[in-house]
């Protein structure tokens, strides 16, 4: 099972870099790693993906080393609003068929 | 672009109803998915769908049924509702390997 292991919460300051990591010690030679936020009594908003190496977008940059079985998504500078739920998301192989299965995420907190 | 988007947004039911929980997309995306959320939980696939035609069990499927008659709509059919599926049900689609999009939610209560 390419099951996700992440930090149950975080907390933070406003203005600090936030790296979160998630590990996914089993996942598939051809799957992508996808990073959700949430916010309470909304769905999930996509932040960033990657396959490997370094991506970067206006939001976030996303770290996976070359043996894929990690990813830190890294936020600069938080503010009070980056307070949310985030999770990593990665195919799982389930009843011999391939499933997007959530882990339990990572609760961020922002503190003044 | 309208995205995803499930109706009703809140509902109540008593013991043993059921409903269609509607979900539409206009993005033309082959894969389509629903999950359920219990407070402060994380999302648990119920199902989802490949494309036309094709469904398959997620985690949790369980008093749940589906179809996937169009590209564009996936409902969730629950019968004989239990206050265990008190939940928020989120729909999402993608295309490929990309993004998932996620609808507003549907916010279920069964008393």
């Known amino acids: 099972l390419a099951k996700t292991t992440q930090p149950i919460s975080m907390d933070s300051y406003e203005g600090q870099e936030v790296n979160i990591t998630c590990s996914h010690n089993?996942?598939?030679?051809?799957?992508?790693i996808t990073w959700y936020q949430q916010f309470p009594s909304q769905g999930p908003r996509f932040i960033i993906q990657?396959?490997?190496t370094k991506v970067t977008n206006e939001v976030a940059s996303l770290f996976i080393p070359a043996d894929r079985k990690s990813s830190t998504l890294s936020l600069p500078r938080v503010s009070l609003s980056d307070t949310a739920v985030y999770y990593c998301?990665?195919?799982?192989?389930?009843?011999?068929?391939?499933?997007?299965?959530f882990g339990s995420g990572t609760r961020l907190l922002v503190r003044p | 672009n309208a995205g995803v988007t499930q109706t009703p947004k809140f509902r109540i039911l008593k013991i043993g109803q059921s409903m269609t929980l509607q979900c539409t997309q206009d993005?033309?995306?082959?894969?389509m998915y629903w999950y359920r959320q219990d407070p402060g939980m994380g999302l648990k696939l119920i199902y989802y769908?490949?494309?036309?035609?094709?469904?398959d069990k997620g985690e949790v499927p369980n008093g749940y049924n589906v179809s996937r008659s169009t590209t564009e709509d996936f409902p969730l059919r629950l019968e004989l509702a239990a206050p265990s599926q008190t939940s928020v049900y989120f729909c999402?689609?993608?295309?490929?390997?990309?993004?998932?999009?996620f609808g507003e939610g549907s916010r279920l209560t069964v008393l």
């Open positions: 769908s490949v494309g036309a035609g094709i469904t």
């Open positions: 990657g396959y490997k």
């Open positions: 999402a689609s993608r295309k490929g390997t990309g993004e998932l999009f």
């Open positions: 993005m033309n995306h082959n894969y």
């Open positions: 089993n996942i598939a030679t051809n799957d992508y």
């Open positions: 998301l990665v195919g799982d192989w389930m009843d011999s068929s391939y499933k997007l299965i």
